[in-house]
C-alpha cells in the first residue's frame, strides 16, 4: 500500500523497492485466500469512524466501466458496452458530506458481465437495492447522523424505493428520476404523469449555482426554477403504494447554443418550501464528487494499464487502489472545506517538510503549516498555477505534486543516513 501510495501511476515492479518486494506483491495478488472486500472493509470501518459527528452523510453510488481490452489474456473479464471491448464494472458507494468533504468508500461491487448467450444472466439492478441495505445498516450503527442513499439516473428503480419504506426509511434517498411514472388513480379517471404534473405546480423559487465543467463544457453559473410535488406512486408487484417527493430543477434561459440544466429528483424527504427543495439540489450536485473519484482511479493509479492474469488478481489490487484513489480525492476536499487544519492531518511530517524545504529553500517551520497552503504548495509542484482566476488545485496537480513530494522525502531521508555517518 505505502509503495503504491508513493508511485500510484507507476506499475507495480516500478513502485516496489526489488525484486523481493515485487515479488511479494505478486504473491499476495495471487492468494485466494486474500479477500479484496475485506481488504476493502478494513477502510470502511475507518470511513464509517470519519463520518460519525456529521449531521448528514451522503452516500454517493455509480458504476463505472473498467476497459482491459488493450490487454485479452486477463482471465475472466467479461463484456461491456460494445461487443469488441472487454472489461469489469466497479459499482462503488462514496461517502462525503454535503460540504464535499470525501469521507471514504463504504462499499464496492465488482463484476464482469457473462456472455449474450449465457443463462441465466444476473440481474445487474440489484445492486442499488443491496447497496441501499449497506448505508442502511451503516446507519443504524451511526444514529446521531442522517445518512442519504444518491444516485443518478440508473437508480431510478421501484425495488429501491420500496426497500428503503420496508426498512423504516433507516436510510433516505435521493434519486434521479430515468422515468416518467405514472400517479396512483383517483376515481375512475385515467393515472396522471409523475412529470407532467411537477410541471404544471407553481415554483417555490429560483437558485444560483456555479456548474463544474465536464469535458467539452466549461464551467458556467446557472439559474434553475425549482418545483416540487409531493405524490402518491401506485402499487408495484405486490408492494404497496409509495409516497415520493419529487422536485423538478429546470434551468430556464440558458446561455446561447447551451443545453439546459433540468435535473428530475426523487426523494422520501419533504420539500414543502424553497429552502428545503434548495438542500436536496445541493445534495444532489454532490454526485459529481464520484466521477472525480472514477478520474483519479483511472487515471491518477491507472487502473486499466494493470497487468494480472486473472480478474480475481485485479479485485484484490483494486481495493488497494480503491483506498489510494480515495485519499487523493480527501486531500482535495479536505484542504476546501477546512484549510486551517494542520496539515499533518493529511501529510506525513516527511512529506510536508519535504514539500516546504523543495517549494521555500529553507529549513521547515517547528509547527505544521495550514493544510490549505500546504495543499496548494503540493498542487503547484504538480503544475497548478496558482492565479486568482485558478480557483482551488483539482486532483490531477494533486496525485503529480505528491509523487514530487515523496521523492523528495526519500531523497531528503537518504541524504540526512549519509551525512550522519
Keep these: 500500500m505505502e509503495s503504491l ?18 515479488k511479494a ?10 479477500d479484496a472486500m475485506e481488504v476493502l472493509a478494513c477502510h470502511a470501518g475507518k470511513s464509517e469512524h470519519r463520518a460519525q459527528g456529521h449531521p448528514v452523510v451522503l452516500c454517493i453510488q455509480d458504476t463505472t466501466e473498467l476497459d482491459f481490452t488493450s490487454q485479452p489474456g486477463i482471465a475472466g473479464l467479461g463484456r461491456l458496452s460494445y461487443e469488441a471491448q472487454h472489461g469489469m464494472y466497479a459499482h462503488l458507494t462514496l461517502m462525503a458530506t454535503p460540504q464535499r468533504l470525501a469521507l471514504g468508500v463504504m462499499d464496492a ?8 448467450d449465457a443463462s441465466p444472466v444476473p440481474k445487474e439492478s440489484t445492486r442499488w437495492k443491496e447497496g441501499y441495505g449497506i448505508v442502511a445498516d451503516t446507519a443504524v450503527r451511526v444514529p446521531d447522523s442522517r445518512f442519504v442513499q444518491v444516485g443518478d439516473r440508473e437508480s431510478d428503480i421501484r425495488e429501491l424505493m420500496d426497500e428503503a419504506r420496508r426498512r423504516g426509511y433507516a436510510a433516505d434517498f435521493l434519486l434521479r428520476a430515468r422515468h416518467n411514472r405514472n400517479l396512483a388513480k383517483k376515481g375512475d379517471g385515467a393515472a396522471e404523469k409523475l412529470w407532467d404534473k411537477a410541471a404544471r405546480q407553481p415554483p417555490l423559487g429560483q437558485i444560483e ?8 463544457r466549461k464551467a458556467r453559473k446557472v439559474c434553475q426554477s425549482l418545483y416540487a410535488l409531493r405524490a402518491t406512486l401506485p402499487k408495484h408487484k405486490g408492494a404497496p403504494a409509495l409516497e415520493v417527493t419529487a422536485i423538478l430543477a429546470r434551468e430556464d434561459n440558458p446561455p446561447p447554443g447551451e443545453k439546459a440544466v433540468e435535473w428530475r429528483l426523487l426523494t422520501n424527504r419533504g420539500a414543502a418550501t ?37 480478474m480475481e488478481r485485479l ?16 486531500l482535495v ?12 492531518v493529511g501529510f506525513d511530517p516527511e512529506e510536508w517538510q519535504a514539500a516546504w524545504m523543495v517549494a521555500h529553500r529553507k529549513k521547515p517551520p517547528p509547527e505544521p503549516p495550514p493544510l490549505g497552503e500546504m ?19 483539482g486532483p490531477k496537480a494533486i496525485w503529480e505534486g505528491m509523487e514530487k513530494v515523496r521523492h523528495y522525502a526519500v531523497g531528503i531521508e537518504v541524504g540526512k543516513a549519509v551525512y550522519a555517518n
Design 5 to 22: 501510495s508513493n508511485s500510484p501511476r507507476a506499475s507495480i515492479p516500478t513502485a516496489c523497492e526489488g525484486w523481493a518486494e515485487t
Design 25 to 34: 506483491a505478486y504473491r499476495l495478488l495471487s492468494n485466494g485466500a486474500v
Design 109 to 116: 461491487w465488482l463484476w464482469a458481465r457473462p456472455p449474450k
Design 209 to 216: 449555482f456555479m456548474l463544474e465543467a465536464n469535458g467539452d
Design 274 to 310: 424553497l429552502e428545503q427543495a434548495a438542500e436536496l439540489v445541493g445534495w444532489y450536485r454532490c454526485q459529481w464528487l464520484v466521477e472525480i473519484f472514477f478520474r483519479i482511479l483511472k487515471s491518477g493509479c491507472r487502473v486499466e494499464a494493470r497487468q494480472l492474469a486473472s
Design 315 to 330: 479485485e484484490r489490487l483494486l481495493a488497494v487502489y480503491l483506498i489510494l484513489a480515495w485519499r487523493i480525492l480527501h
Design 333 to 344: 476536499t479536505l484542504g476546501q472545506e477546512c484549510p486551517g487544519l494542520p496539515c499533518d
Design 375 to 393: 495543499v496548494r504548495l503540493v498542487a503547484r509542484l504538480g503544475g497548478f498555477l496558482g492565479r486568482k482566476s485558478d480557483g482551488n488545485p
